[in-house]
């Protein structure tokens, strides 16, 4: 859709969007997006920063059509940058008091801040990529308190206060209190759940003991609903590949004690979400992972459409159901 048609801009901005979005999943490809798709993605950040600078949007499509156009740019610096530089001042002039505003803007600060840093340990990162990261939280920080002055109802905000917590290394006694106000406002903000458990981790302020107990928790807290109880898993998996050495990690999930956390957890899940019948196959490949022949016996008549690829392919799904078959009726 041409800049100068009479349509406008934000009708431009979700035909681009949505186009780009056909085109990719048109192409069927997971690594290299068509150039076209870049163009349209491009096309779409204009239309809507000039949508933005109008400033008569109603504040629930500003929040919704920013979210959208950030979501599939995510992972493009360059774009997510350069989208961020070309609306910050369009949400700050003209949405200068609405919550929704503040937070996509501290989402922002939050996603440029990490971009800076990088994703490597504190000793791989430069001073002045420290610095920026810092700033850039700092921004974040001031943003999402003013959306939280505004609407303390938003469970988005200390959501996004939790990532905060955890950058410039605030204490425990901070977090938890982001992370009590996260869960009183939504109890199935998985999240909120994954933000506390990053935080958790050795490699920040926590250790593999902390994260266990936090995920069991998880998988118990009767308050907690949705895919909470699977943060155990996340935990175990997080462990399994940072935490243990090279040795350990093959038979890792064969431990008794960390199938003793998963299948309680598993089974939590489905009494939760009976309909998330796609979740078996989680279920079976760490049954499958940890020897567990008789529940996995169990969950494969469950398991409905099989995705193979997510098996490793049809001949490693066969070869899992064969060897389910063969030790069947083996004690757990």
């Given at each position: 859709m041409e800049k100068g048609s009479a349509y406008p801009n934000v009708r431009k901005f979700y035909v681009s969007l949505r186009t780009a979005e056909q085109v990719w999943y048109s192409a069927m490809q997971?690594?290299?997006?068509?150039?076209?798709?870049?163009?349209?993605?491009?096309?779409?950040?204009?239309?809507?920063?000039?949508?933005?600078?109008?400033?008569?949007?109603?504040?629930?499509?500003?929040?919704?059509?920013?979210?959208?156009?950030?979501?599939?740019?995510?992972?493009?610096?360059?774009?997510y940058e350069d989208f961020f530089d070309s609306i910050e001042n369009s949400?700050?002039?003209?949405?200068?008091?609405?919550?929704?505003?503040?937070?996509?803007?501290?989402?922002?600060?939050?996603?440029?801040?990490?971009?800076?840093r990088g994703n490597g340990y504190a000793n791989t990162v430069t001073a002045e990529r420290f610095k920026l990261f810092k700033e850039h939280l700092t921004a974040a920080e001031a943003a999402l308190n003013h959306a939280w002055q505004l609407n303390p109802g938003d469970s988005r905000i200390p959501?996004?206060?939790?990532?905060?917590?955890?950058?410039?290394?605030?204490?425990?006694?901070q977090m938890e209190l982001w992370f009590g106000r996260a869960m009183k406002l939504d109890p199935n903000s998985y999240e909120a759940c994954s933000a506390k458990l990053f935080y958790l981790e050795?490699?920040?302020?926590?250790?593999?003991?902390?994260m266990l107990a936090f995920g069991r928790e998880c998988a118990t807290n009767q308050a907690w609903g949705g895919h909470i109880p699977l943060i155990i898993l996340d935990a175990h998996k997080s462990i399994q590949r940072q935490y243990v050495d090279g040795s350990q990690k093959n038979d890792y999930w064969k431990q008794p004690e960390v199938w003793s956390d998963l299948k309680p957890a598993f089974d939590r899940f489905f009494e939760l979400n009976p309909e998330a019948i796609s979740w078996y196959?989680?279920?079976?490949?760490?049954?499958?992972?940890?020897?567990q022949w008789d529940t996995l016996n169990k969950i494969i008549p469950k398991l409905g459409p099989i995705n193979y690829p997510y098996f490793g392919g049809k001949d490693e799904?066969?070869?899992?159901?064969?060897?389910?078959k063969e030790h069947s009726g083996q004690p757990k």
């Open positions: 997971t690594t290299n997006i068509p150039p076209e798709v870049h163009n349209l993605r491009r096309h779409a950040m204009v239309f809507l920063a000039d949508a933005l600078k109008e400033g008569d949007m109603p504040i629930g499509e500003v929040d919704e059509a920013c979210h959208a156009m950030f979501g599939v740019i995510e992972n493009n610096q360059k774009q949400l700050s002039k003209n949405w200068p008091d609405e919550a929704s505003a503040c937070l996509v803007k501290g989402e922002a600060y939050i996603k440029k801040a990490w971009f800076a959501v996004k206060m939790l990532t905060v917590a955890m950058g410039q290394g605030q204490g425990r006694d050795p490699k920040w302020y926590g250790s593999t003991a902390a196959h989680d279920y079976a490949w760490y049954a499958y992972r940890a020897g799904f066969d070869k899992m159901v064969r060897l389910a």
